[in-house]
């Protein structure tokens, strides 16, 4: 749900020229963004280049880690910072990621952790965390100069792995924490629970325990419906499961989810946003529930969910006219 608005007095937002950007820059007290970048493409270089100028023009100050500032051709007042973690983002008022998904989810944890809000700049292939494309990148500063976003929450997973009834390993997940195999030549033997009552016991490559946000990501993929970001739900997919009944369930937000590795199988891993991962010895207990700190997305655009569904896996809509007026 959108649950803060920002907004300037600004002109219409898009594409403007460094002359209109600079008449919009006007006075106020000190701002600093965070940035993270792909350092790896040039493509990302060449906009982590223009934001950062395009921000500085306007007196906005531009935050970096060092290791990632290395890389990049940046003005000398550009601010280092050496330790990644949440007080990297201390006084920010935004996290602006250039990048694809995995670079997203990286900003996700700062965003997580210091709960300034992230605004994804999309430089890989769907990039459905991102709010706005490469060739959007004026727009971009123009909206962070006049404060013209929204800021959502997004649902996270608090997930919890017990061994011999002892627990092992925290973690949190955005999209999804998955448990899978970890060999390749073994299935996994599993059995999943709702709400502390057993499912189906099954045998296969995993199952995935998804948010609403999840849905078009790794849950997609494994067969999973997709579901829309407002919607409060938790989500559990099994992973090409041998099974009569496998099949994708959807459950209320309040309710707990759990995938026990069965003591006769070989050992799994569980993989939390497909960035930590943690070995499960057989018996081990994954258990995932809603999580108690929220991700806050920036959001420059009204468009629909539905509306972003098929611009980002490009869907046929033709012969489409509408509901009659």
């Given amino acids: 749900m959108t649950t803060k608005t920002e907004s300037g007095t600004g002109s219409e937002a898009g594409t403007a020229s460094e002359a209109g950007r600079d008449a919009r820059c006007g006075p106020g007290g000190a701002r600093t963004v965070f940035l993270l970048a ?109 404060r013209e976003y929204e800021v959502e929450e997004r649902m996270t997973l608090d997930v919890l792995v017990r061994n011999d009834g002892h627990i092992v390993h925290t973690d949190w ?18 059995v999943t629970e709702v709400d502390g009552r057993p499912v189906s016991r099954f045998g296969g490559d ?60 070989p050992h799994g891993v569980l993989w939390c946003d497909g960035r930590r991962t943690v070995e499960l010895p057989a018996g081990a207990r994954v258990e995932v529930r809603r999580g108690a700190v929220p991700v806050r997305l920036a959001r420059l655009h009204h468009a629909s969910f539905t509306d972003r569904l098929v611009a980002k896996f490009a869907l046929p809509v033709a012969g489409w006219r509408g509901a009659p007026q």
């Fill in 206 to 265: 995993g199952v995935v325990c998804a948010t609403p946000t999840g849905s078009t990501a790794y849950a997609f993929s494994a067969g999973g419906p997709v579901v829309w970001p407002e919607v409060e739900a938790l989500l559990m997919v099994p992973i090409s499961a041998h099974a009569l009944f496998a099949k994708p369930l959807v459950t209320s937000p309040r309710s707990v989810l759990a995938v026990e590795v069965q003591p006769k199988t």
């Fill in 173 to 190: 997940a955005l999209n999804e924490a998955s448990v899978e195999k970890a060999s390749r030549e073994r299935l996994l033997e599993v």
């Fill in 38 to 146: 792909h350092t790896g493409r040039p493509a990302a270089i060449r906009s982590a280049e223009r934001v950062v100028k395009g921000l500085l023009r306007c007196g906005i100050g531009v935050r970096l880690l060092a290791e990632e500032a290395a890389d990049l051709p940046l003005p000398a007042e550009v601010e280092h910072v050496t330790e990644p973690g949440p007080e990297s983002v201390e006084g920010c008022e935004l996290i602006v990621v250039l990048g694809g998904d995995g670079t997203l989810l990286r900003g996700a944890e700062f965003a997580r952790a210091s709960g300034v809000p992230l605004l994804g700049v999309n430089l890989g292939r769907v990039g459905f965390l991102a709010e706005a494309e490469r060739d959007d990148l004026d727009k971009v500063v123009d909206r962070v100069v006049t």
